[in-house]
């Protein structure tokens, strides 16, 4: 086999076999250093795949050498490879600006365990991503949220501690729900390869199982992907995880559970049920909607930063969730789209909360004074990526907007009260973002405070403008992931068998 | 007459349930949860997955009690009471037991040869293993090179797992527990378990050895293997004392094991890609694909049974020296 056919088992075992590795590294730099460069590894082979997968292939890898259904496939097409770009591509920046900022959260002998556990993370996601097989997708999901737990509950803020045991309990209920729904399928029928599954499904008679998994596995992966009103673990998990764990978590965990709910339901059941896509869409667009208004007005009266954005990210997954309750090709490629301009938007947010952290312990609204007189490279950054949270023309969150939109007047009748419904949280977007832009530059500093210049360190203010500047980048070039989200779309709804 | 002591079994399964949810006492839960294990093990031995039952009783019913008891000891023995009562969990588990039930009113009669998962990829897993691999236990034939990608990724969640703990709980290097002057502990002053256990320890860790390298003949494999000499230290430690069984297998070791076993099976991966085949493809190992994939099997089944052997002990250790910090 040639390099080239090896990537997609490459993208999970690089990261993945350099966890043990990174433990053995003791001086913490080489920890750091050691885990950046297995997360850029795997970045590269992600645009690889991409590349590959753009230029027509679908790469299919049989682990083991035993071909599907009786050994483990990993299967890469244009809807995966989009996602593991966002995955390895968060991964991969965190973990280059980690640096400084783990230092003063992290102790230096639990620092190679802490990136140990980062690589694992990555690592898990990108197994969900790849993998074809209904079971070897609970597996990653177990190595990701282990690791997810452990990088939560890492940072010097105790309050972590309660919040990851609710999102340990909440996540493992989840995982446990998809589970016994994947038990029911291979009952059924035998199988646990995905694509197998859609063949050998529409042969079941006794529907009864399969109703019952379609159920568990849609709730179980909504608990993960934080789905209102299943989210109510996540705004205290990444409020007060270490700042450098929420950039990477905010942008890729709960979309890859929104990844694998679109790609179980529109694969296995979507095709092969009747009026399963009515009920879907039953089911996912008031959840959708009700989350965007409900997670929207909250986090325009919620004065923690980082809390707020948190709650951003309940609205936004509930966008990602109505493009895809449409079951239409144009709904697909708007979810898939907003995945990845929320990625680069939410990251780029906490990447420059964390740079404000360096000098503002406390983050709260009313305390951030006189920020944009101390840190005007931070807050100039954080407004870029603000005005694309919110959608504003040029950025890369106007193109995901505008395709939702476009998507919503053609789902039928009820278009135009969806579009009012993203309007309106649009709306809402801009008076929380400006809630921010307020703090930080209108408000007085505290008496007391510092107001001399003083910017984050070089090398994480770096990468924040470098996510910052992609958000534009990506407004005024979206080729590339509207590519690949037309792909997924194709593939999903378009070109059942 | 199984199905009579099989109902019997799942009686008893459910009383023990509610009795773990009724208790307030934490102590007597933890014991009952022991005891759920335990009869949860008997249930797939009856179910022929003896396997599944080993494991179960040497992880659920033995290593997990330990370490729920030495988080006990660090917290307290009583649920503290919760203002609002239980309706509302009561009312999504009344829910989903029916949907469960509902479910299973079209579930294929149990051992039914009709049925699809007898149909499918099981019997070319039965025909194929013998041309494959040459081995007589065909679970083990699965789990280790068939679906070993899952098994690598399991190897992983007990990694994860063991360097979460370590993470969590902050375990310092051993420096300053050896300082100290070390009180007796363990159960030197009672003479019967102290002489009963040493006796047992050492057989222990011999059927542990055993079930590691019959697993492709017999129930048994890397994970039980290493769940049960783990069991076998950890009576150690409790017999003798924590310091001693650490003494007898230094924290440095654990994580050797714990990262040597990771690393060890992902190593037969990459070995197989270097060599032209697919990740895990064992069968390029050797000349003789047959000899090939035992070969890889037996490796890999070491690497599980360190990792696992490793993560346990290491977790046990990390709440044991919590214990002695306060």
């Given at each position: 086999m040639t390099f080239m056919e090896h990537l997609p088992a490459l993208q999970v075992v690089v990261p993945m076999l350099s966890a043990p590795l990174i433990v053995l590294l003791q001086p913490r730099g080489l920890a750091w250093a050691g885990a950046t460069a297995a997360g850029l590894a795997s970045f590269a082979i992600a645009i690889a795949l991409a590349m590959a997968v753009l230029d027509g292939q679908t790469q299919v890898y049989a682990m083991g050498g035993w071909a599907a259904p009786y050994g483990i496939a990993l299967e890469v097409d244009a809807f995966s490879a989009l996602v593991l770009l966002l995955v390895t591509g968060a991964g991969a920046a965190a973990l280059l600006a980690a640096r400084v900022s783990v230092d003063r959260q992290i102790e230096p002998e639990r620092q190679p365990l802490f990136y140990a556990a980062w690589l694992l993370g990555l690592a898990g996601l990108a197994g969900i991503v790849v993998s074809a097989d209904a079971f070897n997708i609970f597996v990653f999901m177990e190595i990701s949220s282990l690791a997810s737990y452990i990088l939560i509950a890492?940072?010097?803020?105790?309050?972590a501690l309660p919040a990851v045991f609710k999102y340990l309990i909440m996540g493992t209920i989840g995982a446990t729900f998809y589970l016994i729904g994947v038990g029911l399928i291979y009952m059924m029928t035998?199988?646990?390869n995905l694509a197998d599954m859609q063949a050998r499904i529409g042969d079941v008679v006794a529907l009864n199982p399969i109703l019952v998994a379609a159920g568990f596995i849609t709730i179980g992966l909504a608990l993960k992907a934080a789905v209102f009103p299943l989210h109510v673990w996540l705004p205290n998990a990444y409020t007060h995880a270490p700042h450098m764990v929420t950039v990477f978590l905010a942008a890729c965990a709960t979309k890859v559970a929104l990844y694998v709910l679109i790609r179980f339901d529109s694969m296995v059941f979507q095709d092969r049920l009747s009026d399963h896509e009515f009920q879907f869409t039953l089911f996912a667009l008031p959840l959708a909607v009700l989350g965007i208004l409900v997670a929207s007005s909250v986090a325009m009266f919620e004065g923690h930063l980082k809390r707020l954005l948190a709650t951003s990210s309940v609205a936004q997954i509930g966008y990602i969730l109505l493009g895809a309750s449409f079951v239409s090709e144009a709904g697909i490629t708007a979810s898939a789209m907003h995945m990845f301009n929320h990625a680069l938007a939410k990251g780029g947010l906490f990447l420059a909360v964390a740079c404000l952290a360096f000098h503002f312990r406390d983050l709260r609204l009313s305390e951030l004074g006189g920020a944009a007189r101390r840190m005007p490279l931070t807050c100039a950054a954080l407004v870029v990526c603000g005005l694309s949270l919110i959608g504003v023309p040029g950025t890369a969150g106007f193109i995901s907007k505008w395709l939702l939109i476009t998507a919503a007047l053609e789902s039928g009748l009820w278009g135009w009260s969806l579009v009012a419904v993203i309007l309106v949280s649009s709306l809402m977007a801009v008076v929380y973002i400006w809630r921010i832009v307020e703090a930080l530059y209108f408000q007085q500093a505290s008496a007391e405070g510092d107001t001399s210049f003083a910017e984050a360190p070089l090398q994480l203010l770096l990468v924040t403008w470098a996510v910052a500047l992609l958000n534009i980048f990506f407004g005024l070039f979206p080729h590339l992931p509207l590519a690949l989200a037309n792909g997924s779309a194709a593939l999903l709804v378009g070109g059942a068998p | 007459m199984i199905y009579v002591f099989a109902l019997f079994l799942l009686t008893l399964l459910v009383i023990t349930a509610v009795a773990i949810v009724r208790t307030e006492n934490l102590f007597v839960a933890v014991m009952l949860t022991s005891i759920f294990s335990l009869l949860m093990a008997a249930n797939f031995f009856i179910l022929d997955a003896a396997d599944v039952a080993l494991t179960e009783a040497a992880v659920g019913a033995g290593v997990t009690t330990v370490i729920f008891l030495s988080a006990l000891a660090l917290t307290g023995d009583w649920e503290k009471p919760r203002p609002g009562g239980r309706t509302v969990a009561l009312g999504t588990v009344g829910v989903l037991a029916m949907l469960l039930i509902y479910a299973s009113?079209?579930?294929?009669?149990?051992?039914?040869?009709?049925a699809p998962v007898h149909q499918h990829v099981a019997p070319w897993y039965l025909e194929k293993t013998p041309e494959y691999?040459?081995?007589?236990?065909v679970v083990t034939a699965i789990l280790s090179s068939f679906r070993g990608y899952d098994t690598l990724g399991e190897v992983f969640v007990v990694f994860a797992a063991c360097i979460g703990v370590l993470f969590i709980l902050g375990v310092k290097p051993a420096r300053q527990t050896a300082a100290a002057p070390q009180p007796v502990s363990g159960l030197r002053h009672h003479l019967i378990p102290q002489v009963v256990g040493r006796l047992l320890v050492p057989f222990i860790v011999l059927f542990g050895l055993y079930v590691q390298f019959h697993g492709e003949y017999g129930p048994g494999g890397g994970f039980q293997a290493g769940a049960i000499i783990a069991t076998g230290v950890i009576l150690y430690a409790l017999l003798e004392g924590e310091a001693e069984a650490l003494r007898a297998v230094p924290r440095s070791v654990l994580l050797a094991l714990v990262v040597g076993g990771a690393l060890l099976y992902g190593a037969v991966g990459v070995v197989c890609m270097l060599k032209g085949g697919a990740f895990l493809d064992y069968s390029v190992l050797a000349a003789d694909p047959v000899f090939g994939q035992q070969l890889g099997i037996l490796v890999i089944e070491a690497g599980v049974g360190m990792a696992v052997c490793g993560a346990l002990l290491s977790i046990f250790h990390a709440f044991a020296a919590r214990e002695s910090m306060t």
């Amino acid at each position: 086999m040639t390099f080239m056919e090896h990537l997609p088992a490459l993208q999970v075992v690089v990261p993945m076999l350099s966890a043990p590795l990174i433990v053995l590294l003791q001086p913490r730099g080489l920890a750091w250093a050691g885990a950046t460069a297995a997360g850029l590894a795997s970045f590269a082979i992600a645009i690889a795949l991409a590349m590959a997968v753009l230029d027509g292939q679908t790469q299919v890898y049989a682990m083991g050498g035993w071909a599907a259904p009786y050994g483990i496939a990993l299967e890469v097409d244009a809807f995966s490879a989009l996602v593991l770009l966002l995955v390895t591509g968060a991964g991969a920046a965190a973990l280059l600006a980690a640096r400084v900022s783990v230092d003063r959260q992290i102790e230096p002998e639990r620092q190679p365990l802490f990136y140990a556990a980062w690589l694992l993370g990555l690592a898990g996601l990108a197994g969900i991503v790849v993998s074809a097989d209904a079971f070897n997708i609970f597996v990653f999901m177990e190595i990701s949220s282990l690791a997810s737990y452990i990088l939560i509950a890492g940072g010097p803020d105790r309050r972590a501690l309660p919040a990851v045991f609710k999102y340990l309990i909440m996540g493992t209920i989840g995982a446990t729900f998809y589970l016994i729904g994947v038990g029911l399928i291979y009952m059924m029928t035998g199988t646990l390869n995905l694509a197998d599954m859609q063949a050998r499904i529409g042969d079941v008679v006794a529907l009864n199982p399969i109703l019952v998994a379609a159920g568990f596995i849609t709730i179980g992966l909504a608990l993960k992907a934080a789905v209102f009103p299943l989210h109510v673990w996540l705004p205290n998990a990444y409020t007060h995880a270490p700042h450098m764990v929420t950039v990477f978590l905010a942008a890729c965990a709960t979309k890859v559970a929104l990844y694998v709910l679109i790609r179980f339901d529109s694969m296995v059941f979507q095709d092969r049920l009747s009026d399963h896509e009515f009920q879907f869409t039953l089911f996912a667009l008031p959840l959708a909607v009700l989350g965007i208004l409900v997670a929207s007005s909250v986090a325009m009266f919620e004065g923690h930063l980082k809390r707020l954005l948190a709650t951003s990210s309940v609205a936004q997954i509930g966008y990602i969730l109505l493009g895809a309750s449409f079951v239409s090709e144009a709904g697909i490629t708007a979810s898939a789209m907003h995945m990845f301009n929320h990625a680069l938007a939410k990251g780029g947010l906490f990447l420059a909360v964390a740079c404000l952290a360096f000098h503002f312990r406390d983050l709260r609204l009313s305390e951030l004074g006189g920020a944009a007189r101390r840190m005007p490279l931070t807050c100039a950054a954080l407004v870029v990526c603000g005005l694309s949270l919110i959608g504003v023309p040029g950025t890369a969150g106007f193109i995901s907007k505008w395709l939702l939109i476009t998507a919503a007047l053609e789902s039928g009748l009820w278009g135009w009260s969806l579009v009012a419904v993203i309007l309106v949280s649009s709306l809402m977007a801009v008076v929380y973002i400006w809630r921010i832009v307020e703090a930080l530059y209108f408000q007085q500093a505290s008496a007391e405070g510092d107001t001399s210049f003083a910017e984050a360190p070089l090398q994480l203010l770096l990468v924040t403008w470098a996510v910052a500047l992609l958000n534009i980048f990506f407004g005024l070039f979206p080729h590339l992931p509207l590519a690949l989200a037309n792909g997924s779309a194709a593939l999903l709804v378009g070109g059942a068998p | 007459m199984i199905y009579v002591f099989a109902l019997f079994l799942l009686t008893l399964l459910v009383i023990t349930a509610v009795a773990i949810v009724r208790t307030e006492n934490l102590f007597v839960a933890v014991m009952l949860t022991s005891i759920f294990s335990l009869l949860m093990a008997a249930n797939f031995f009856i179910l022929d997955a003896a396997d599944v039952a080993l494991t179960e009783a040497a992880v659920g019913a033995g290593v997990t009690t330990v370490i729920f008891l030495s988080a006990l000891a660090l917290t307290g023995d009583w649920e503290k009471p919760r203002p609002g009562g239980r309706t509302v969990a009561l009312g999504t588990v009344g829910v989903l037991a029916m949907l469960l039930i509902y479910a299973s009113f079209d579930k294929p009669r149990l051992g039914d040869p009709e049925a699809p998962v007898h149909q499918h990829v099981a019997p070319w897993y039965l025909e194929k293993t013998p041309e494959y691999m040459d081995i007589p236990n065909v679970v083990t034939a699965i789990l280790s090179s068939f679906r070993g990608y899952d098994t690598l990724g399991e190897v992983f969640v007990v990694f994860a797992a063991c360097i979460g703990v370590l993470f969590i709980l902050g375990v310092k290097p051993a420096r300053q527990t050896a300082a100290a002057p070390q009180p007796v502990s363990g159960l030197r002053h009672h003479l019967i378990p102290q002489v009963v256990g040493r006796l047992l320890v050492p057989f222990i860790v011999l059927f542990g050895l055993y079930v590691q390298f019959h697993g492709e003949y017999g129930p048994g494999g890397g994970f039980q293997a290493g769940a049960i000499i783990a069991t076998g230290v950890i009576l150690y430690a409790l017999l003798e004392g924590e310091a001693e069984a650490l003494r007898a297998v230094p924290r440095s070791v654990l994580l050797a094991l714990v990262v040597g076993g990771a690393l060890l099976y992902g190593a037969v991966g990459v070995v197989c890609m270097l060599k032209g085949g697919a990740f895990l493809d064992y069968s390029v190992l050797a000349a003789d694909p047959v000899f090939g994939q035992q070969l890889g099997i037996l490796v890999i089944e070491a690497g599980v049974g360190m990792a696992v052997c490793g993560a346990l002990l290491s977790i046990f250790h990390a709440f044991a020296a919590r214990e002695s910090m306060t």
